[in-house]
T-cell receptor, first 116, second 113 residues
Framework: AQKITQTQPGMFVQEKEAVTLDCTYDTSDPSYGLFWYKQPSSGEMIFLIYQGSYDQQNATEGRYSLNFQKARKSANLVISASQLGDSAMYFCAMRGVNQAGTALIFGKGTTLSVSS | NAGVTQTPKFRVLKTGQSMTLLCAQDMNHEYMYWYRQDPGMGLRLIHYSVGEGTTAKGEVPDGYNVSRLKKQNFLLGLESAAPSQTSVYFC????????????FGQGTRLTVV
């Protein structure tokens, strides 16, 4: 069965420092996508970054990068130069070709707190 | 281009009452989904639809029904609300394939007393 595991309930970082949020996944699908979403205190789900299972290079979007290690089944999110506005809940998610309607499966999330 | 719009944003129900949550998307996406979010649980799939007129059960479907009469709309119904259905509900839509990025509605905070 497909599964996403986020083992860090909470992370703390100071402004301008880099932080890594961990995500491991389990799937038998040959083709899948990995996503990270940010949920600020206002509640909306904000898409951050995507990595396809066949992509050769790690995805990057501005200050966000995804450290994709396929053999280890990990897809960690790296935020460089943290800002106060990065304080939020972060969800790792996966979509597989054989999953129900290719629905996103989510991890339980990591709460990131950025301090000045 | 509004993306995905959910109504209402907040609702308080008494146990046993019924209600319908409406989701509308203007991105011409084939796939639509309803999730619930509970503290410490992430988002869990309730029901989904892979096209107009089709629906299927997700991980936690009990107590909910859905309909997709039009491609752009996906309705979630609670026939007899229970306190266990107190949650934040999200609607999402996506294009076909694993690369498609899902758009999410703003969420509906439902409290059942």
């Amino acid at each position: 069965a497909q599964k996403i595991t986020q083992t860090q309930p909470g992370m703390f970082v100071q402004e301008k420092e880099a932080v890594t949020l961990d995500c491991t996944y389990d799937t038998s699908d040959p083709s899948y996508g990995l996503f990270w979403y940010k949920q600020p205190s206002s509640g909306e789900m904000i898409f951050l970054i995507y990595q396809g299972s066949y992509d050769q290079q790690n995805a990057t979007e501005g200050r966000y990068s995804l450290n994709f290690q396929k053999a280890r089944k990990s897809a960690n999110l790296v935020i460089s130069a943290s800002q106060l506005g990065d304080s939020a809940m972060y969800f790792c998610a996966m979509r597989g070709v054989n999953q129900a309607g290719t629905a996103l499966i989510f991890g339980k999330g990591t709460t990131l707190s950025v301090s000045s | 281009n509004a993306g995905v719009t959910q109504t209402p944003k907040f609702r308080v129900l008494k146990t046993g009452q019924s209600m319908t949550l409406l989701c509308a998307q203007d991105m011409n996406h084939e796939y639509m989904y309803w999730y619930r979010q509970d503290p410490g649980m992430g988002l869990r799939l309730i029901h989904y639809s892979v096209g107009e007129g089709t629906t299927a059960k997700g991980e936690v479907p009990d107590g909910y029904n859905v309909s997709r009469l039009k491609k752009q709309n996906f309705l979630l119904g609670l026939e007899s609300a229970a306190p266990s259905q107190t949650s934040v509900y999200f609607c999402a839509s996506s294009p076909t394939g694993v690369r498609g990025t899902s758009g999410f509605g703003q969420g509906t905070r439902l409290t059942v007393v």
